[in-house]
């Protein structure tokens, strides 16, 4: 058999996407027992190991070196002019804010209430490399030579708490603190996705799943057949709710968060929608339009054509 690393992100959508491509495996890596512990698809032959890491932590990586031994990865959709020429976009696995997108929040008490207000101030930040980033970026008018706020980058999760502490005026948020924010005492400003759609009218995007071109090369039917069996996964993981639901409980111990059924649900319908089966025209159009008008500001590279199988 052939092994294939497959990096995502920790968060709950990324979970849930991928663990039919192995079955269920608890916290520290071992099978759950009985059928649930093995592959819940056709995997074709391939067999794949996965890898959770902070989204930013896997930008840095693939655009740094040639994605050392990542052979699949999800990456933020702004990272991907970057690596373009190693690694292609596949269908499937990515994650677009459809009206609704991260958030900007500050403490409920800030002075602080429009977009504009955010000019010149201190926002935490998950990472430069993060879409959340360059659409904050985009939306305050940002240029090569000119930051519109000082960014203070830090792991996604000490976001919240860098604005209650007073660290940072505001906090740029993504993954599930998008929808717990309020419980911590902090207000929104902006809803990223909401401008985004306003000003585009398009979905935003925000995660890839990506793909080693080489692949063509190493496995026996290249990165189509790669594509194909992952697109399986994500099929089998959103008809199969509960299955995966249940996977999240099993890895809930770090994320609390997670033990809430209803947060859980509401999430992963934002974050694992139809577009994450398969992106289609609509993802692709909005992915060239976000990048290229990224490109054309700036405040990403070139991300020439859109290369998605």
């Known amino acids: 058999m052939t092994t294939l690393r497959l990096a995502h992100s920790p968060d709950s959508d990324d979970l849930v ?16 027992p009985g059928e649930l512990g093995s592959p819940r698809i056709d995997t074709e032959g391939l067999e794949f190991e996965l890898v959770a890491e902070d989204v930013q932590a896997l930008n840095a990586m693939v655009s740094a070196t040639d994605g050392g031994e990542l052979d699949i990865t999800a990456i933020s959709a702004a ?15 990515g994650s677009f804010g459809e009206g609704y997108g991260p958030k ?6 800030s002075a602080l209430r429009t ?9 935490a930040v998950p990472g430069l490399g993060t879409s959340a980033f360059l659409t904050l970026s985009m939306a305050l008018g940002a240029t090569p030579d000119a930051s519109a706020f000082e960014a203070k980058p830090m792991l996604f999760s000490d976001v919240p708490g860098a604005v209650t502490s007073g660290a940072a005026d505001a906090g740029l948020l993504i993954h599930e603190a998008q929808l717990t924010f309020a419980e911590l005492g902090l207000r929104a400003v902006v809803d990223l996705g909401q401008w985004w759609d306003g000003h585009a009218g398009m979905p935003l995007p925000l995660g890839l799943n990506v793909i080693r071109r080489d692949l063509d090369e190493r496995v026996d039917g290249g990165m189509a057949k790669v594509s194909r069996v992952l697109s399986r996964s994500v099929g089998y993981a959103t008809s199969h709710a509960e299955e995966s639901q249940a996977y999240l409980q099993l890895h809930a111990d770090d994320r609390p968060e997670w033990k809430d059924p209803a947060l859980v649900e509401k999430y992963l319908g934002m974050y694992v929608s139809r577009m994450s ?10 992915l060239r339009r976000f990048l290229g008008e990224g490109f054309e500001r700036g405040l990403c590279g070139d991300p020439g054509g859109v290369d998605v199988v």
């Not at 900007?104 to 008490?109: L, N, Q």
């Not at 977009?115 to 926002?123: A, F, Q, S």
Request: proline share 5%; hydrophobic share 40%; glycine share 12%.
């Open 17 to 32: 996407m991928w663990w039919p491509l192995t079955g269920m495996r608890g916290p520290d890596g071992e099978r759950v």
């Open 277 to 286: 089966l398969e992106m289609g025209v609509r993802g692709e159009e909005s």
């Open 104 to 109: 900007v929040v500050v403490a409920e008490a």
């Open 115 to 123: 977009l504009d207000d955010l000019r010149g101030k201190v926002i």
């Open 79 to 93: 990272t991907y002019p970057s690596v373009k020429d190693r690694f292609a976009i596949t269908s499937c696995g």
